[in-house]
């Protein structure tokens, strides 16, 4: 199903980090993507088990993508996180 160079476990070129090599930040996002009622449409797979290799950018990205991801979220709540 995937090309050579794409780990079959993250779908994407970079395979997961071990959940026990996180810092304690990367573990609490690591359990919430593998969460199977979570909110994430493909879990570690894909963009969100990319920000598992960067917790700093995932500290400041998911809480964007909640606000700007959900059908309630106005326009202008986006409008301030761009700015």
């Not at 990367?26 to 963009?47: E, V």
Request: net charge positive; hydrophobic share 30%.
């Amino acid at each position: 199903m995937y090309s050579g160079d794409i780990d079959p476990g993250s779908g994407c070129r970079l395979p997961l980090p071990k959940r026990e090599e996180l810092d304690e930040f990367g573990q609490l996002t690591y359990d919430s993507l593998a969460d199977p009622k979570g909110r994430t449409l493909r879990g570690l797979k894909g963009p969100g088990g990319i920000l598992l290799h960067s917790p700093a950018l995932a500290r400041h990205s998911r809480p964007l993508t909640t606000i700007c991801g959900t059908r309630r979220a106005s326009e202008d709540a986006c409008a301030n996180w761009r700015s």
